[in-house]
């Protein structure tokens, strides 16, 4: 079936079978792949955009129900190249780890900010609680949302220096290099054999 959806302010026209979830047009169809597939039942919020400005799974959506309605994913955010200020809060407060939760999380938040531009820390944790991160402590995060929020809130990972100097200290021990070298060529059996075998 023919269906047109407005996606980060464009209009689209993709041809979709019926029942096709909306994660799966947006990433397969369209090509907006910053969102993620997760769990594929609505529960970890990977897979969560925005439509007409509250936070949807997109994995648990047909995409038939987004038509006529206004879709944000995560490559929505940045304009004219310019990441928007709850993204660069992410980056300065460390918010993002590997970084598979991050666009739901950006996404989830940024509901939260539309509909509530001065959250409390509850009300962060309330609008996050559907986004699972298996990297951070959530600490962070909620700091980030709360900067982006023109709130104060304080880093959690705070740099004892300026990273390029920290980055020119950086040493490696050669004792650990080799052991290490000696451990790898052992597993891929380029090593010496081990006493005893031949």
Same mark, same amino acid.
């Given at each position: ?11 689209? #026209? ?11 047009? %947006?990433?397969?169809?369209?090509? !907006? ?23 949807? *799974? ?6 038939? &129900?987004?038509?006529?309605? #206004? ?10 190249? #310019?990441?928007? %200020?709850? &993204?660069?809060? !992410? ?5 993002? &780890?590997?970084? !598979? ?46 900067? *982006?929020?023109? &709130?104060?809130?304080?880093? %959690? ?30 597993? *891929?059996? %380029? ?8």
């Amino acid at each position: 079936m023919e269906l047109l959806l407005t996606v980060n302010g464009s209009l689209y #026209e993709v041809n979709v079978h019926p029942t096709a979830r909306l994660l799966d047009v %947006l990433r397969e169809d369209l090509g !907006f792949t910053g969102t993620k597939e997760g769990c594929a039942e609505g529960e970890c919020g990977a897979c969560t955009v925005l439509v007409d400005g509250k936070a949807v *799974a997109s994995c648990v959506m047909l995409a038939v &129900q987004a038509r006529g309605k #206004e879709i944000v994913t995560v490559e929505g955010l940045a304009r004219d190249g #310019e990441l928007d %200020l709850l &993204q660069q809060k !992410f980056v300065e407060y460390g918010a993002v &780890q590997c970084g !598979f939760c991050t666009p739901g999380m950006l996404m989830s938040a940024k509901a939260l900010l539309l509909a509530n531009p001065v959250p409390s820390d509850q009300d962060i944790r309330v609008a996050l609680a559907g986004n699972l991160c298996r990297c951070t402590g959530y600490s962070a995060i909620i700091a980030a949302v709360k900067a *982006a929020s023109g &709130q104060e809130a304080t880093p %959690l990972m705070e740099l004892p220096g300026a990273a390029e100097e920290l980055a020119a200290e950086v040493q490696t021990d050669p004792d650990t290099l080799a052991a290490a070298r000696e451990a790898a060529e052992k597993i *891929a059996g %380029l090593g010496p054999a081990p006493h005893g075998e031949a």
